[in-house]
């Protein structure tokens, strides 16, 4: 089975900066585009951002575009989402998971724990 645990999650204030990290195990990870996604209190999970397999190709949900950058490391078998400016919208529980293609999203593996991320105002 797959294994994704994400961390680096945790307290700040508007306008400062987080990290996040997924590290996956269980499948061949530079065989698979990688996805975020988060879910903040009363309301459904929504995709963040997502980057191919390579990591040549990035795409955004317009409300992180131009604050939030993901990337990823094959060697280290890790994605990562830099997350710049955040608002007190952006506070949500953050997760990773593979996904079938960059147009569609789907994620492929059961959800880990996620990571938490509040911002203070």
């Known amino acids: 089975q797959v294994q994704l645990v994400e961390s680096g999650g945790g307290l700040v204030q508007a306008g400062g900066s987080l990290r996040l990290s997924c590290a996956v195990s269980g499948r061949t990870f530079s065989n698979y585009d990688m996805g975020w996604f988060r879910q903040a209190p009363g309301k459904e999970r929504e995709f963040v951002a997502a980057i191919s397999r390579s990591g040549a190709i990035t795409v955004y949900a317009d409300s992180v575009k131009g604050r939030f950058t993901i990337s990823r490391d094959n060697a280290e078998n890790t994605v990562y989402l830099q997350m710049n400016s955040l608002k007190p919208e952006d506070t949500a529980v953050y997760y990773c998971?593979?996904?079938?293609?960059?147009?569609?999203?789907?994620?492929?593996?059961?959800w880990g724990q996620g990571t938490l991320v509040t911002v203070s105002s």
């Open positions: 998971n593979p996904i079938a293609s960059m147009i569609h999203r789907n994620t492929l593996s059961a």
